[in-house]
């Protein structure tokens, strides 16, 4: 099966072929730096993480660009508000840029925490203004754009492609409009391209129709075309950015090359709470910086890949929970798989065959049905429904001691390929990188040694008083010629 995905320009799935063999160049709108990630931006970024690790993984070479939002995005629906980032900025008493910069680093470190691969170009808007002063001087020439009092305007009207991405029409759009008697703008649907600054508005740069700012849709058609060409194969990002952000990138962009701006238009689902959107806006958002100090990030990137990308997540701590338990119970299996590995079987040459057997053979169905899915527009959650279907086979093998060490060492490489290297959601270290592990691996290590004094000193109802203990709490302790092991009994 090769790899399809849900096109929305088409609004169908297709199969996915690249303008240029073997590479994929990709652009994700990114966030505007205003404020810490909630759970929303980590759903977008991690779904659209594990797609660009998934492209990988399948072999094509990948350009990724997602862009930094540091001017120009205004509040309010219609994006006619003031700039979020000034906003903030005299909230905090701080310069916007400085808001630009803390924001940027606590959104890396965010999503650094959640298995988030860094993108190959982090663009940011501030830095690419002559690149935008040159496509709106371009679309003005080439008659598609207006100036009115030192800003810019997009002429709806002038393209009659727009409203291909999300079905509207400027007429049903405008019926829905109230109508401003004051608005400069000669029909109510144009966008700004270049706004006019007020001498109070700190970001401002010079251009031909006087101190200004760019409009925040023609930033990501600027440095998408920049860094990936005038056409190029997936953009991405949040349904709630289909209309007006993307309908208005598609039309400057192609008004201004004469060529398509983008094959496929993938778009994440949103988060909901109680069924509604959870944005900064409606003030209903839970920041990833506080779900960190009670749940393993990778608990919630689990959470996130567990439904698939272009469906709804609704939020509640019993559905985090829910998933935590899930999580813990998938990574216990991998644990015991690499504590038998470690340990147990080490040195028994006996458990060595050279031939696949038939444990073996199953496991490349289950790779074969795992690449089914994720080819099936990157079905994260039925992917994950498999990792669990192959834990549970191993559990029954690892307790009916069935398993050869080739077949736990193929279970175990398939783990680190699909359920980390793929998915993300397993770390290469299983024990250092899932919190509570670590501190029990410490705490052993120091029983162990406190038994071993122990014993030289010839206590020995004190020895096993400590082996016995561990026993009933399913710690197995094994005194080798080199020194004591433990491990989790099955
Ligand atoms: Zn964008």
Known sequence: MSLTIYNTLTRRKEEFTQLTEGFVRMYVCGPTV??????????????????IRYLRYIGYKVTY??????????????????????????????????IAEEYTRSYFEDMDALGVQ??????????????????????IEKGFAYEVNGSVYFAVSKD???????????????????????????HPNDFALWKRAEPEHIMQWTSPWGLGFPG???ECSAMSMKYLGETFDIHGGGLDNQFPHHECEIAQSECLTGKPFVKYWIHNNLITVNGQKMSKSLGNFTLLKDLYKKYNPLVIRFFILQ????????????????AKSGYEKLLNTVRQIRDVLSFEYRDLNQFKTQNPNPETIL???FKSDFLDAMNDDFNTAQAIALLFDLGREVNVGLSKNELSIETLNAVDNLFSELGGQVLGIIPSNVDTQSGEGNQTADLMQIIVDVRAEVRSQKLWSLSD???????????????KKDGTKWKRQQ
């Open 363 to 365: 496991l490349t169905k």
């Open 465 to 479: 008083k400590i082996r016995d203990g561990l026993q009933k709490i399913g710690i197995t302790l094994e005194d």
């Open 307 to 322: 439904s698939h990308y272009r469906s709804t997540l609704d939020f509640s701590e019993e559905a985090l929970q829910g």
């Open 65 to 98: 660009v997602q862009n930094i939002t540091d001017v120009g995005h205004l509040l309010g629906e219609t994006n006619e508000g003031e700039d979020r980032l000034i906003k903030q900025g005299k909230i905090e008493q701080k310069h916007p840029m400085q």
């Open 216 to 218: 925040w849709h023609v």
């Open 118 to 139: 860094r993108p190959d170009i982090s663009p940011r808007a501030t830095g690419h203004i002559t690149e935008q002063i040159e496509i709106v001087k371009q679309l």
């Open 34 to 51: 205003y404020g810490h990630s909630h759970l929303g931006h980590g759903k977008s970024y991690v779904s659209f993480d594990t797609i």
């Open 160 to 186: 009659k492609e727009y409203g291909i991405l999300s079905g509207r029409n400027t007429d049903e759009a405008e019926s829905g409009t109230r109508v401003d008697v004051k608005s400069e703008k000669r």
